[in-house]
């Protein structure tokens, strides 16, 4: 009876344990989305344009 118990407790533990973690990570990747989206995102190509330049005197 007493091997049978502790069977239960340690499998309902891991069992408890593992949604426990799920349930952390999830939140952490939620609460900061912004910031893995900011890290993870491509950085934008800006290409250079050829427009005119107006000097200090000329505007």
Known sequence: M???LRKIHLYM???S???VFVEAVTGCL???QEEI???TAPTPKVKPQDL???G???A
């Open 2 to 4: 007493k091997k049978t």
């Open 17 to 19: 344990g593992l949604i």
């Open 52 to 54: 005119l330049k107006i």
């Open 13 to 15: 533990g891991l069992i």
């Open 37 to 39: 989206r900011a890290v």
């Open 30 to 32: 939620w609460v900061f």
């Open 56 to 58: 200090p005197t000329e």
